[in-house]
């Protein structure tokens, strides 16, 4: 078991480009989230999953977007980078709601936009 | 939201001390879950305690425990027989018992120094 992965661990990018950072996990997860964690604030949720192709805004969702094809795949876009969205980024995923069923987190990218 | 403390930005501790790292939060729901995730240089978030918020009884793990005032709204760690390995960031989460999404909400970390 791999548990989540995330693509890539680090990346450089340009104010205005484009990027996606992909997701996976092979828990047969119906749950995914997508964080961003900053210096100072802790992690806040940007959107999350509650199963296939259903996708819905957290915390701080503006300037992101998502994508749930697959079961094992939760996708986030930044269509115009920002220096703001200077940050880690981290995927997580959880079996059910119910209960106290943890979160399990991948590794992290961390993007850093210039 | 939901509001998550930690007053405690930086601890340090003796390498075979005791600490406690300090969490309140903020909720007016009666049914929810609280935990404990440790995050090491090498950005791997690990769950280290979970607690139910109807269990009256503080949960443990092995030298990881937790002291749960559930009218007081307070959830601190306490780290036994401290090690090397312990050193990391740790953060407390709360996630409402009826939610949508299971969206935790992250206090902003304490930093956790372990001196040999």
């Known amino acids: 078991n791999a548990g989540v992965t995330q693509t890539p661990k680090f990346r450089v990018l340009k104010t205005g480009q484009s990027m996606t950072l992909l997701c996976a996990q092979d828990?047969?997860?119906?749950?995914m989230y997508w964080y961003r964690q900053d210096p100072g604030m802790g992690l806040r949720l940007i959107h999350y999953s509650v199963g296939e192709g259903t996708t819905a805004k957290g915390e701080v969702p503006d300037g992101y977007n998502v994508s749930r094809l697959k079961k094992q795949n939760f996708l986030l876009g930044l269509e115009s980078a920002a220096p703001s969205q200077t940050s880690v980024y981290f995927c997580?995923?959880?079996?059910?709601?119910?209960?106290?069923?943890?979160?399990?987190f991948g590794p992290g990218t961390r993007l850093t936009v210039t | 939201a939901q509001t998550v403390t930690q007053s405690q930005p930086e601890m340090s501790v003796q390498e075979a001390e005791t600490v406690t790292l300090s969490c309140t939060y903020d909720t007016s729901e009666s049914d929810y879950y609280l935990f404990w995730y440790k995050q090491p240089p090498s950005r791997q978030m690990i769950l280290v305690i979970r607690q139910e918020a109807y269990k009256q009884q503080n949960a443990t793990e092995n030298r990881f425990s937790v002291n749960f005032q559930k009218a007081a709204k307070s959830f601190s760690l306490k780290i036994s027989d401290s090690q090397l390995g312990d050193a990391a960031m740790y953060f407390c989460?709360?996630?409402?018992?009826?939610?949508?999404?299971?969206?935790?909400?992250f206090g902003t970390g304490t930093s956790l120094t372990v001196i040999p």
């Open positions: 989460a709360y996630r409402r018992g009826k939610n949508t999404g299971n969206q935790f909400y």
């Open positions: 828990m047969n997860h119906e749950y």
């Open positions: 997580a995923s959880s079996y059910s709601i119910y209960g106290s069923d943890e979160q399990y």
